[in-house]
């Protein structure tokens, strides 16, 4: 078949604006009984355009699977040709008919002969080249079990309208983060149906060094047969969910046992655990807003309820248990009593107020003593690698560790998207910006972009006074195109402080202060869909972050990975991640004329940063903006994954998922003090003896085999104990 060949049935629709479509696809392959003399089998597929109503394109197309013999690389070859005849099917879909193909559902069963061959990339390609969400999905259908086989058509059919129910209902770009009705478990991915990626992309984003300590801790786990659960707020909104999302996805490619569980949301306590908890650790919180009596007895009750009605049979069954941020952390005492073996992590992600909590006559004292009745009983305290987030009684009580969060080279914040894709986000993005607050982008004039939730603490307020300051500056010197404004953000469950933020820039926007630049500032409050921010930030002129309280804001690791120019604050672990004057600057927090003067500097010339391409990545042009660079790497479907350390100017593999999962698997092993004397038997024979001896030099050297505890256990990073002596001469730092 044509690779520009088009569907038979097809429609004479031509939409001015891109139309989201979705695509369902079924093989079937003649039994090796029925090879020709050639060898040759009759392969039968049936591709169907869905548009969520029904049905308005479709063919059934026949192939000839004949490898060239009978080896692995034969099948794998011959496997790859017929993927690349599918993968051109939708590519001539997107490029020509005006339709944007969101998701591809493929409907079980995939034939053996297709299915897991090295090298063929089907489902990471539909989301890394050709931004669509993959679904390998089982159709209604197969339960007919007794009843001739459907056909392809009914079986493409029924697999894209299956996959269409996941999609989020605000946007056709990202699933619904669902749970398991029975206990409240994350369905990533809704439940492994979606397929982002395998190991292949995650081995190509990470170094030979971090992928053997990887590797190594993850066989040391799996040997010892380790259950680990992480308990969390939300299961989608915030960069705790993003984070459990990958290391769930991860560990799950490589058979790590692992399993996420949340609460069921009320609003009343989440309007505790944000404004009472939450603001008032991070001094962000109006005077006078202070936990009482009845706010404790209604988030222990709450606790008490999730954990009977979700958790008690079989959730905290497991050797660790990490509680992430006080939300969850009245489970702490419940889990002592009924599962006592476990050992217990809790694991801080925001910005706490240690001067404040360490002096007793503060609000902050007497909210963190509260929370720290329940927390004095963990087996160890992670905090963002900042000295300044752990109060004084933590480290007199529990071992003290620190590490940095972490993002994924993989999910929608950090692919890279090409020239379609960028086309029909910023479409996307004006509409909503034209219902939201009457402002639309014009895309020649660049912009400046934040991408961050509404929150009090992310200098919101800061970034207008510095844009306003910046315009009246510039005045004419751009003449009637000065860069606009993009500030965009997600909400979540578990903040209400969302909408009052929100609403507060259109008020400042409106007043007369504000009437020079309010026409070209577009604030919106995206859905829940990663890849409009990911893809705005993609074409950004400059990248701010500029919170005034800060844990760590893994988004400046995202714009500088993107070799997009970041100005960011001096608060909490944003330092670092920038290296001033490489890949952003570095401005003091609350500044608003430093940060004008920055966007001044750059606009006249006078600073900008500049990263040469990897090897590899050198450009037929002369462009090497980060969306240049973005549409060549998609339109290359056998392009590797650029490494995340790529060059002196990206940011530490500790800030992302693969770092951030070995770092768990070691912590794992260390306060279980699990034996390793497995790895250095297993290193004497076998088939791949060389590689299991390396992996016991690793776990010796990693230590992974000695317990942690004590309260001698205080200050180290735990990216230093993982690297050891392959780590970096500028990673590791503490604040």
């Known amino acids: 078949m044509s690779p520009h060949r088009q569907l038979s049935h097809s429609s004479s629709r031509r939409p001015r604006e891109l139309q989201d479509i979705f695509l369902g696809l079924a093989f079937t392959l003649a039994s090796p009984e029925s090879a020709g003399a050639d060898g040759g089998r ?10 969520g109503t029904g049905v308005v394109e479709s063919e059934t197309m026949h192939l000839t699977y004949r490898p060239k013999d009978g080896s692995d690389k034969a099948l794998a070859e011959e496997s790859k040709r017929i993927a690349m005849e599918v993968i051109h099917v939708i ?16 409907a079980e069963p995939v034939p053996d002969e297709l299915r897991n061959k090295s090298g063929v990339e089907f489902p990471a390609t539909c989301w890394l080249h050709l931004d669509a969400i993959p679904f390998i999905t089982t159709p209604a259908t197969a339960i007919f079990t007794k009843l001739p086989a459907p056909s392809t058509a009914a079986s493409a059919t029924s697999a894209v309208a299956s996959a269409i129910r996941h999609l989020h209902p605000a946007t056709h770009s990202a699933t619904t983060a669902d749970v398991d009705p029975a206990d409240n478990r994350v369905l990533v991915d809704c439940d492994g149906q979606v397929k982002l990626c395998n190991i292949t992309q995650y081995r ?7 992928w053997r300590r990887f590797s190594a ?11 680990i659960s992480f308990f969390s707020a939300t299961p989608q909104g915030g960069g705790v969910a993003l984070m459990r999302h990958a290391m769930i996805r991860l560990f799950r490619l490589v058979g790590v046992e692992a399993q996420w569980y949340v609460p069921t949301a009320h609003n009343l306590v989440f309007d505790i655990t944000k404004r009472k908890f939450h603001n008032v650790l991070q001094g962000v919180a109006p005077k006078g807003v202070e936990l009482e009596n009845i706010d404790k007895q209604w988030f222990e009750l709450w606790t008490q309820q999730n954990y009977e009605s979700f958790w008690a049979k079989g959730a905290i069954d497991a050797h660790v248990i990490v509680i992430d941020d006080p939300q969850p952390a009245a489970l702490i005492p419940i889990i002592r009593r009924d599962n006592p073996k476990a050992k217990i992590i809790f694991r801080s992600h925001i910005q706490i107020q240690s001067d404040l909590t360490d002096d007793p006559s503060t609000p902050q004292a007497r909210t963190w003593d509260y929370l720290f009745s329940f927390i004095k009983d963990v087996d160890l305290f992670l905090a963002h690698p900042v000295k300044f987030f752990v109060p004084k009684n933590v480290h007199e009580n529990l071992p003290v560790l620190y590490m940095a969060p972490s993002t994924d080279p993989l999910d929608g914040l950090n692919k890279p998207y090409g020239l379609a894709s960028t086309h029909y986000f910023r479409q996307y993005f004006n509409s909503l910006s034209a219902k939201q607050c009457g402002v639309t982008i ?4 660049g912009y400046v972009c934040q991408i961050a939730r509404f929150d009090p603490s ?4 800061v970034l207008l006074a510095a844009y306003l300051s910046f315009r009246k500056q510039l005045g004419d010197e751009k003449g009637s195109k000065p860069p606009q404004l993009i500030i965009m ?5 578990d903040d209400p402080d969302g909408t009052m933020v929100y609403e507060q820039c259109h008020d400042t926007l409106a007043s007369r202060e504000y009437a020079l630049v309010k026409d070209d500032v577009a604030v919106v409050r995206a859905p829940p869909s990663d890849s409009i921010l990911g893809c705005i930030l993609q074409g950004a002129w400059v990248a701010t972050q500029l919170s005034t309280r800060e844990g760590f804001e893994v988004k400046v690791t995202e714009a500088i990975n993107k070799r997009v120019p970041i100005i960011a604050s001096d608060a909490g672990g944003i330092p670092l991640q920038v290296k001033h004057g490489v890949n952003g600057w570095v401005v003091p927090a609350g500044d608003a004329e430093a940060v004008a003067a920055v966007l001044l500097d750059v606009a006249r010339g006078k600073a900008a940063v500049h990263r040469e391409l990897i090897s590899g990545r050198k450009l037929a042009t002369d462009k090497t903006d980060p969306n240049s660079v973005a549409e060549q790497f998609v339109r290359h479907f056998e392009s590797a994954l650029p490494k995340v350390h790529a060059d002196s100017g990206a940011t530490s593999e500790d800030f992302w998922t693969v770092g951030n999962s070995a770092r768990w698997l070691l912590l794992f092993s260390r306060v279980l003090g699990l034996d390793t004397a497995h790895a250095a038997a297993d290193g004497k024979a076998g088939d791949k003896a060389d590689d299991k001896a390396d992996h016991a030099a690793l776990l010796e050297g990693m230590h992974a085999g000695k317990r942690l505890e004590g309260k001698a256990v205080d200050g180290e990073n735990v990216w230093r104990m993982l690297m050891a002596n392959d780590m970096l001469d500028d990673e590791g730092a503490l604040r």
């Open 204 to 210: 190509e984003s990470t170094s030979d060094a971090l």
């Open 458 to 461: 992310k200098g919101i307020d």
């Open 42 to 51: 009759d392969l039968e597929y049936t591709a169907v355009l869905h548009d």
């Open 91 to 106: 590519r001539h879909t997107q490029d020509n008919k005006g339709m944007n193909v969101r998701l591809v559902a493929i």
């Open 489 to 493: 953000g997600h909400g979540s469950v």
């Open 442 to 445: 014009d895309w020649d004039r």
């Open 217 to 227: 801790l993850a066989d040391h786990i799996k040997h010892h047969k380790v259950k």
